[in-house]
């Protein structure tokens, strides 16, 4: 497939757990984007990655997130310590530079109990 | 920061147009986009407007104006498979090139 792939789909976990949610970028995009979405509301931005480094990470909410981008492809939204708070579905998306309209993967719906 | 402002839902009948309303508060602009997101699924982008006016993309137009902070998404003929979320997001050139902020989007119903 030419898009961008989440894995998992689906993640539940309990409180105080660790989670890793992966992206898959559409093949060439240099930019890759990391968003988190709650019921009725738009995305909200977390981090991009412009190659293999963070470009901004401002949306990050606090030390409990962070992600990686290795080799300027694939990469990982890592969670520590989850709250209840950070059920979200979280998305990914990817552009050719970051400047260009963003491409949104089907999201990795997290769930915290 | 922005405020990003659109009706949380609108209804429409098949066939008919809607006018979809984004009203932003920025300290910059440097770029409005509009999305669509159907339930359960990812945003698919639709337009994107940085200068004044009209772009109009098949059965879909967005309009921007910059004094007025104000941009709209027009989709004519309605048909059953709109029915879905419009998500208006905002480029500000305070901000990164890559960071978008959305506005929490307009539930547009569409009923036979």
């Known amino acids: 497939g030419a898009g961008v792939s989440q894995t998992p789909s689906n993640k539940v976990t309990e409180k105080g757990k660790y989670v890793e949610l992966r992206c898959d970028p559409i093949?060439?995009?240099?930019?890759l984007y990391w968003y988190r979405q709650s019921l009725g509301q738009g995305p909200e931005f977390l981090i991009y990655?412009?190659?293999?480094?963070?470009?901004?990470d401002s949306g990050l909410p606090n030390d409990r997130f962070f992600a990686v981008r290795p080799e300027g492809s694939v990469s990982t939204l890592k969670i520590q310590r989850t709250e209840r708070g950070d059920s979200a579905v979280y998305l990914c998306a990817s552009s050719l530079r970051d400047r260009n309209e963003q491409f949104f993967g089907p999201g990795t719906r997290l769930t915290v109990l | 920061g922005q405020n990003i402002d659109q009706p949380t839902e609108m209804t429409a009948t098949e066939g008919a147009i809607v006018q979809i309303n984004c009203t932003y508060q920025?300290?910059?602009?440097?770029?409005l986009f509009w999305y669509q997101q159907h339930a359960g699924e990812a945003p698919t982008f639709l337009s994107y407007?940085?200068?004044?006016g009209l772009e109009e993309k098949g059965r879909f137009s967005s309009f921007l104006s910059r004094s007025k902070g104000y941009s709209y998404l027009l989709l004519k003929e309605l048909q059953m498979k709109d029915s879905a979320s419009y998500l208006c997001?905002?480029?500000?050139?305070?901000?990164?090139?890559?960071?978008?902020?959305f506005g929490a989007g307009t539930q547009v119903v569409v009923t036979p």
């Open positions: 997001a905002v480029r500000d050139p305070g901000d990164s090139w890559g960071k978008l902020q």
């Open positions: 093949s060439g995009h240099t930019a």
């Open positions: 407007n940085v200068l004044d």
């Open positions: 990655f412009q190659g293999t480094g963070a470009a901004d």
């Open positions: 920025t300290s910059g602009f440097n770029g």
